[in-house]
């Protein structure tokens, strides 16, 4: 089967084009199911359920989130209810959602989803290694296709995981930094693994950003109010093939449409 | 004109690939000049004399420096000397070394290339936005050519430096994180541009180094001894051509080489 | 001459003391001037006109900020005005208002306060200690008799300003940590120094804001809103006894007032 | 009881002093029980056997740890056996050594010492809050006198523990930023509680560190190699008058020997 997965969708850039392309994009590479990072997708902050009802409604399935998951406080009325996202699991035990889930496909194919967040330059959650092993151990029981959505920033870590979940699971998709990579590969016990799928938006932002009040956050290390930028759109993705039996992936590809 | 940049060398997988390939690369992509960003290369950490000489006889003209500058104290013995290096210019005033350079090519085209390093998660140096405007008024009375090593880790401020630069320098690489992305472009005003160019060193390490102590670093938070990993190599650069004239860059390749 | 210097004010219950017991303090100890760090002066969050006006109403007679310098819009309607305030004066140039300033007392003596940012754990600013430098070569030239409000978290960066500083300067006064410490003294060279002068504010908080939305930011890592604490309030501060002449420090005593 | 905890104990000048001081200390204070914080007793890096050994010859009678506890890697050869010593309890699972430890004082009193490490601008380690929930529920079972170190940077974090704590244990005590606060107090429920207890080392250092290499490694942002600060040591500790029955403290007091 293939999976298709969406790096961190900012705004409505994010969203315009992800309407436009997607449909097409499924098509072609004949997805069987997608997934996208949502973290960004409410003008930048968070999510609200008008955006995610959206996002389903132009043929995503299942939404991922990362650090900026609950920017937006709609997110609250909504996160128990909704069984397709997830957020990081290594927040502590009794934040609200879930860290994992599985969605059946067909009646017959089972995918579970993670999402971890990491904690290099980022907030102070359980450990990621031992979040995803306890994860894991609830998930295989039931599925062998396990996508994993490692949002985080350094490149240590990310590696790290994807060689410490090697074999384990189908793929290790990086997000959060908004730049896709071009080390996509699948690794010798067969995890497909790309450091981050990178960003879905407005393609001359900084990050999906307007750049000016960036740059001048830089120059001028005073707080600045930051908006999502405009003009053209960009999707960066990954199609990934999976062996529905053993879960195993057999390819990796990368996707910048413009 | 052709500048090839290659990304962080590490160690002798990263010394040895170059010196396989570069040759073959250099007429392939009739690559007038060669930098590298060499701050990892001596056994992963800093650089040496020999390591350097041995760099240069390999056909590399130019070595790029980083937060990894200091690691080998040996440095202190030729930095002041060796005018094809560069260390990050936003160290204070009175640092050994230069942040900047003029390079003369065949006695006609001059080359200047400029080291800066981010703040974001890392040293606290002096502002790079504000450095780059101080060393561009030295080298734009010399030359148009110009090559920024942007030597950062986040990924907002290495697209932000980018867009101020944007017309101002030939290019702006980003390096550090070892991992190559998929983000190259030349910018409207004509400033090529690339988060980050990659590494070069073994292929199934982690950014270079042995996978083992890595992963366990993460696991137990204990300190932990790195060794540069071993096996096949990649390495990971980037060829821009340049106009003479103006500076600017007309286009910019990828090249990850296994 | 004696200086009062008091720790970062919070809130209402902070501005309540001041009103309270300055009188009396001023007296006790024969004050003749007072400085209050007042970057959370206003509802936990940077000051306005009208809270600053209150400040010096209450017998306050020079006001320096810190991180929190811009969390309230309305200081950039007074701080080019109001010459009896100054904000780190390692924010790049151009930053609205100043970093050091020149009081002259009954016409006769001049007292000079500089504010400075640190770099460890904090917002990117140019390095205190070359700052340091440079706004003491103008200072010196007007007075010996210069506070030096060190608005930092890392206590080795504190005292080594301090140390750096032992000689040129009356005081160096470490504020930001809301947290008093006990250790002052006079330097041998004759500068008074204290790692952290402390909070004035509600003392049943945490650092002067409600506990319970803080321990469960801790225990949740969700963004939480915090408020000003109520209750019973402490003043935190310290008095200079200075030489006018060599400007150099005799005597630093700590107040903590319930 | 009396129980006397020292702040961090810096290479030979902190060692000195106890040996000095602590006989006399003892006795003036009633004191029944010596805990050090002792992460920098070995020149200044973590410590060994030899050093455990001879401060338990001087009359402490426990030792504490934090971030620097695997600084000497000659702690491996004794942590295990070693039932007077504790290191963070927030390392997870399989870290040598013990988090927390129940010492049998005279056959009758015992009393739990628990060893925890902050996480904000510190190692990536376990929640401390969650930690202390389940650290204290196997303590509790066993003794009321409980004595934490919360070896921690930030006031927030240190202050928030020691409310979150309030009337569940003895004492709550900070270490790591070696200056003393002046924030000593019986919180409400009965947790005596101070932010840093200080250091226990060389005066005219910083932070018990030879004072030129801090300043020039502030000034240089380059490598540096510290040592142990020469002179006069100074003494930071405090002692806690603890109920035996309820474990609930009737009185804190500071020291600062000299
Ligand atoms: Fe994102
Ligand atoms: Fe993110
Ligand atoms: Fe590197
Ligand atoms: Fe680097
Ligand atoms: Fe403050
Ligand atoms: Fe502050
Ligand atoms: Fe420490
Ligand atoms: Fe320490």
Chains 1, 2, 3, 4 share one sequence.
Not at 11 to 37: H, M, Q, T, W
Not at 80 to 103: C, D, F, H, K
Not at 192 to 220: N, Q, S, W
Not at 221 to 244: C, H, W, Y
């Amino acid at each position: 089967m293939n999976i298709m997965f969406i790096g961190d969708v900012v705004g409505r850039p994010g969203r315009k084009i992800i309407k436009e392309v997607l449909p097409e994009l499924k098509c072609k590479y004949s997805v069987d199911f997608v997934i996208a990072n949502a973290e960004n997708a409410a003008g930048g902050n968070g999510i609200t359920k008008k955006i995610a009802e959206e996002l389903f409604s132009y043929g995503i399935d299942f939404l991922t989130m990362g650090n900026h998951v609950w920017d937006n406080k709609e997110i609250f009325d909504f996160i128990e209810e909704e069984l397709r996202m997830v957020r990081p699991a290594n927040y502590p035990p009794g934040t609200p959602g879930r860290g994992s889930q599985i969605i059946e496909l067909d009646g017959t194919v089972k995918i579970g989803i993670l999402n971890i967040s990491g904690r290099v330059f980022m907030p102070d959650l359980d450990c990621p290694f031992r979040t995803a092993d306890r994860e894991l151990e609830k998930l295989k029981k039931l599925t062998n296709i396990i996508v994993v959505d490692f949002h985080a920033e350094a490149t240590s870590e990310k590696q790290a995981l994807g060689w410490y979940l090697d074999g384990r699971v189908s793929l290790v998709a990086g997000t959060h930094t908004h730049v896709q990579t071009a080390d996509e590969r699948i690794l010798p016990k067969g995890t497909a693994y790309i450091t981050d799928v990178g960003m879905t938006g407005a393609y001359d932002g900084i990050l999906g950003i307007e750049r000016e009040p960036v740059i001048r956050k830089f120059l001028t290390q005073m707080p600045t109010r930051f908006e999502v930028a405009k003009g053209t759109s960009q999707l960066n993705a990954i199609v990934v093939e999976i062996d529905v039996e053993t879960g195993l992936a057999m390819k990796i590809q990368r996707l910048i449409i413009k």
